[in-house]
């Protein structure tokens, strides 16, 4: 256990582990943490995770030595004992099965440079079977936006979304998830005029600041951005000019938005018509229109689909390519934009260039002295369906698939078909129960390094504690496992983080020209121009970064979600809360979050409830065919009717157990956001649900 008072901290501005705005904070007296001046919070703001991210540092529950599976269970082992059974472990599926049966997980709350590593230590082995969190949240956005624009980030900065003169906020709730920005750049051109348009399915925060509010039926998101997109053309709301210059396809979308009903549309996703229409006049009237979109929109088997619909939008009024315009994603964790630029996903390589593009692996491996592999890996959710066949062993880096993964509790059981598995993580979660090793690796307050916030500005950790116990850094985990692993054990002869961030700028173009020393305190933003030394601030203003002068326009059809409603059955779609974050593992060892919100609770409408005989507090069970929970009930009308809503953040009530698997044929992200589920009451005298809510994860 590691002892608080054998261990030293000194405060130095590095950036908050939670949500990708990109806080700055460093380390106060009795283990706070204070904000800082930074490139974001410019005041100093932070949130309540923000306050708290040190309490997890010194928690009572931090690995500090090595564990390795002996007769079924962990006993602590020195550290070269177990990386030599890490290395044979993985060496034997290697030899036996080839690299392509190694699956890597690489972690969105990491550095840039610990990411870039593990996916090197992949590619180096043989295999692109790398993957990261940004699947189950993002990837349908940056599927769709790569293909029309070229680029799967936010098209613009939070500082220029305050010149907006209408913010269209869909499947997002940026006052509850990035409080901070919310408050300094959204709010603000709220108060100077700007009209907010709220689309989801329930009425929380954000709402509040709305001047219309679509609760649609999750699933709808098409019909909903369809008929607004009809709106736009039946109104004389497009931008001619530059649906002239910057756009192809036009007339084929025009004839297909004629035969979209908009009453009809809205029928389907439960909304006034009159809403819609004032939603679309409200944003085609607007001199720049922004679009902020989070996973309310993209978590679903047509999530590509949904930000394809709403690109259109985009471009029918051309708020592309001028500040306070644009398709503005928000990420979730501190480095899930970082993570992807750097290549920890499996059909690219750092900086987006296709694995399937010759000319882009040589010139990796120019840098490597060696050649990635040129077809494209398995993504996660693919990898973990076929754990124990094509999929013997896994290395997993500071992530949790064993309760983020939709339908958990098979995959939770899948991580025993391997023949081998190790992590590295600050605790023994959920997926750490699975493995043969467990390496104690660093919390984001005793590393080095950059991450990549949501609006593209890489920005530098610094160091405030040292390290409890015998744990050692994750960076130095990775290059000791990289030159273990493979037969190139100088390619992983970094000096430190900064060297690995020198070679990245080599081999992903994006940050070509990026140093340590220009980032300094501030921030340097991608795409980034070596020979002006500046980054790009709002994308496609003159081509878009196809290199095109013009994007396509899109037809897209509605697409059922995959989990057909039975009789009495209600849609179970999840989400965060503003005290917790992704599984829990962090924000429920903080006594002080815990305190704000301690348990989960199923908003469900009062007219659900009343129908059945279910009332406020009361315990319920909530259950499909791929599981049970058992919540309590918060009966509220903020959740529209025929629609239940809870979190994914306590391992009980564990709600990816009840998720689908179904898969975006694009993008491969999974259907968080809708799940038919029947909802009872507990039968009285039935003893509660147990369940650990500060470790069972």
Not at 398 to 420: K, R
Not at 552 to 577: H, I, K, M, N, S
Not at 611 to 618: K, N, Q, S
């Amino acid at each position: 256990m590691p002892d608080p008072t054998e261990r030293s901290f000194e405060s130095s501005p590095t950036v908050c582990p939670f949500c990708g705005v990109g806080c700055q904070i460093e380390y106060a007296d009795r283990g706070g943490a204070t904000g800082v001046e930074g490139a974001v919070n410019a005041k100093g703001e932070i949130c309540p995770k923000g306050a708290a991210a040190f309490d997890v540092v010194d928690h009572e529950d931090r690995l500090t030595e090595p564990l390795v599976r002996h007769d079924g269970h962990f006993v602590t082992a020195p550290w070269g004992e177990a990386l030599d059974r890490v290395a044979s472990g993985i060496g034997r599926v290697v030899d036996e099965h080839g690299p392509d049966a190694v699956q890597f997980f690489a972690s969105s709350n990491c550095t840039n440079e610990e990411n870039y590593v593990l996916q090197k230590l992949a590619r180096v082995l043989g295999t692109n079977n790398v993957d990261n969190c940004a699947r189950l949240c993002h990837s349908s956005t940056v599927a769709a936006m790569s293909e029309r624009f070229g680029a799967g980030a936010m098209t613009n900065t939070l500082d220029d979304l305050r010149e907006t003169d209408c913010l269209f906020v869909n499947g997002a709730n940026p006052a509850e998830q990035h409080p901070v920005a919310f408050r300094s750049y959204l709010l603000p051109a709220i108060r100077d005029g700007a009209t907010l348009v709220h689309v989801d399915p329930r009425a929380n925060d954000t709402t509040e600041a709305a001047d219309v509010h679509l609760p649609l039926r999750p699933g709808t998101d098409i019909e909903v951005a369809n008929a607004v997109a009809a709106v736009l053309v039946e109104e004389d709301l497009v931008d001619e000019s530059f649906l002239d210059e910057r756009t192809t396809g036009f007339d084929r979308l025009r004839g297909h938005l004629a035969g979209v009903d908009v009453a009809a549309n809205a029928e389907a996703a439960g909304v006034d018509p009159e809403a819609i229409r004032e939603a679309a006049r409200a944003y085609g009237e607007a001199d720049r229109a922004a679009i902020v979109t989070g996973m309310g929109t993209s978590q679903h088997r047509c999530g590509t689909d949904n930000v394809h619909a709403l690109l259109n939008l985009a471009l029918l009024t051309g708020n592309v390519g001028r500040p306070g315009t644009g398709v503005n994603p928000l990420r979730g964790q501190n480095n899930v934009q970082g993570t992807s630029d750097v290549g920890g996903l499996p059909g690219v390589l750092p900086g987006y260039e296709p694995v399937t593009d010759a000319a882009a692996r040589e010139r990796v491996a120019e840098v490597w002295g060696v050649e990635p592999p040129a077809e494209p890996g398995l993504t996660e959710v693919e990898a973990t369906h076929r754990f124990g066949d094509e999929v013997r062993a896994a290395v997993v880096f500071g992530e949790n698939p064993a309760v983020t993964e939709p339908n958990a509790t098979a995959v939770a059981s899948a991580f025993d078909d391997l023949d081998f598995c190790v992590v590295i993580d600050l605790f023994e979660t959920a997926t750490a129960k699975h493995a043969d090793v467990v390496l104690p690796g660093s919390a984001w307050a005793e590393k080095a390094g950059t991450v990549t916030n949501t609006d593209r500005r890489v920005m530098r950790m610094r160091p405030n504690a040292d390290l409890p116990g015998n744990a050692r850094r994750d960076f130095e985990i990775l290059t000791d496992l990289g030159q273990r692993l493979t037969d190139r054990p100088d390619a992983f002869d970094h000096d430190g983080p900064e060297a690995a961030f020198e070679e990245l700028t080599r081999v992903a173009p994006i940050y070509e020209g990026m140093s340590y020393a220009e980032i300094g305190g501030g921030y340097q933003r991608w795409p980034f121009s070596a020979s002006d030394g500046a980054g790009t601030d709002v994308l496609h203003a003159e081509t878009f970064a196809t290199g095109e002068r013009t994007a396509p326009l899109a037809v897209v059809d509605p697409v059922p979600p995959a989990d057909e409603l039975d009789a009495g059955e209600l849609t179970l779609t999840t989400g965060r809360v503003m005290q917790h974050f992704n599984s829990g593992a962090l924000s429920r060892r903080s006594d002080r979050l815990v305190a704000m919100r301690g348990e989960d609770a199923l908003q469900i409408h009062p007219a659900d409830a009343a129908d059945r005989e279910i009332e406020d507090g009361d315990r319920v069970t909530v259950s499909n065919e791929r599981g049970s929970v058992e919540v309590a009930a918060e009966v509220t009308p903020a959740v529209r009717e025929g629609v239940v809503f809870c979190t994914f953040h306590y391992p009980d009530p564990l709600a990816n157990a009840l998720t689908g698997d179904a898969l975006d044929p694009a993008a491969k992200i999974p259907e968080f956001k809708h799940s038919a589920v029947a909802v009872e009451p507990v039968a009285e005298g039935d003893a509660p649900a147990e369940g650990d809510a500060a470790g069972a994860d």
